[in-house]
Structure formats: structure tokens, C-alpha cells
């Protein structure tokens, strides 16, 4: 991975692009606006995953992608706010932001803090024995929560290191059928930030 050039924004700028983030289906509604936002660095056994595998090939290129950072002076667990990388071979520039992390309150009482986007970096952190800086968001609407219940027990061994996904493979536990309307729109604010997979619907 080449990187031509690393553009950097500071967490303030980060989180005023969050709060004008909006919904997937409804542009008219901004989940984070009123939340509390801040960038924390919290060990990965406090974080329950949703997602119940990692794929190796983007794991290759999340280490990839932290070794073309380092030669360019940044880490990719420590951003401190965001960046806007422009990469060879790629037409348009990439918006890399630290893992999002959501707390939310279950219906049995327990709070959880929820990896909404950067999972493959958080498995990264675990790897390689990082307590990665995230951004963590607090007070959300109640009726807003993540797409996906959290894994119950943050077990990071239950996660599939695996080649690919097979069809009958459970990837999430979602909480609703139309679960894309809970999904949150980060390329409403930020530029081609990943967006939601083939089988989230």
C-alpha cells in the first residue's frame, strides 16, 4: 500500500462531522448531535464486538495500511482526530477515522460498549496488545441504538478469523428486520468511509 499523501484533521473537526452525521434512510435525522462524542483509549476487552468474524484479507490490509502510516509519521491506533489519505491506484481520497464505539444500555440493565465501525483495526489492537483510542459516543436516542446486539460476553476467542463468509453464516444478531434503518450514514459528513455490506439488510 502507497500512500501519496496523508492529510490531517484535528479531533475537533472530527467531532463536528459527527454530529452533523446522519441516518442511512433518513437524512433529516442527526443520531450523534446531541451526544456526548470524545476520543478515548479503552483496552479492546472493554469493547464487545457485534461482528462475529474478521476476514484475513482485511486484516492483511488493516496492517498494511499501519505500516504505510508509520512511514508517514502517524499510528493508526492514535490518530487524535482524522485523516484523508490519498492512495496510489485510487481515484478518490479515503477518510480514515478511529474505531467507533457506542455505549448503550441493555433491556437487562448491563452497559455495553458496542463497536459500531473499525472492527478489523479493534482485532488489530487485540493482536498486537494495543489499547487503541476510539471514538466513544454516550447519550444516544433510546430508540437509535446500533443495527446489531454486541456478542453477550466480549469474548474475542469467539471471533472467526476466517476466509470468507459463508451464505448460512450468522454475521450479526440484528435487532430489528429493517435493521438499515438504524444504520448510521458516515459518508453523509466524511469522504468514502465504508459503507454498509451486501447482507446487512
Known amino acids: 500500500m502507497n500512500i501519496l499523501n496523508v492529510e490531517h484533521f484535528t479531533t475537533d473537526d472530527l467531532i463536528k462531522r459527527l454530529r452533523n452525521l446522519t441516518m442511512l ?19 479492546v476487552e472493554e469493547l ?20 504505510a502510516l508509520e512511514e508517514k509519521g502517524y499510528d493508526l491506533f492514535n490518530l487524535n482526530g482524522f485523516v484523508r489519505l490519498t492512495l496510489e491506484g485510487v481515484d478518490e481520497p479515503v477518510d480514515l477515522l478511529p474505531p467507533v464505539v457506542e455505549e448503550r444500555i441493555e433491556r437487562n440493565g448491563r452497559i455495553v460498549n ?21 471514538i466513544y459516543v454516550r447519550g444516544l436516542p433510546k430508540h437509535l441504538p446500533y443495527y ?16 470468507d ?10 435487532r430489528i428486520s429493517e435493521n438499515k434503518k438504524l444504520y ?8 468514502n468511509v465504508g459503507g454498509p455490506r451486501g447482507n446487512t439488510k
Open 25 to 43: 434512510t433518513d437524512k433529516d435525522t442527526k443520531p450523534y448531535e446531541k451526544a456526548f462524542i470524545s476520543l478515548e483509549n479503552i483496552s
Open 48 to 67: 464487545f464486538p457485534a461482528q462475529r468474524y474478521v476476514l484475513k484479507k482485511e486484516l492483511n490490509k488493516v496492517r498494511d495500511l499501519k505500516w
Open 114 to 134: 458496542i463497536i459500531n465501525d473499525g472492527m478489523h483495526r479493534v482485532y488489530s489492537a487485540y493482536l498486537e496488545w494495543v489499547i487503541p483510542q476510539v
Open 148 to 163: 446489531a446486539y454486541a456478542i453477550p460476553e466480549k469474548d474475542w476467542k469467539q471471533i472467526e478469523l476466517r476466509d
Open 165 to 174: 463468509i459463508p451464505k448460512t453464516f450468522i454475521k450479526k444478531w440484528h
Open 184 to 191: 448510521r450514514d458516515f459518508n453523509s459528513t466524511f469522504e
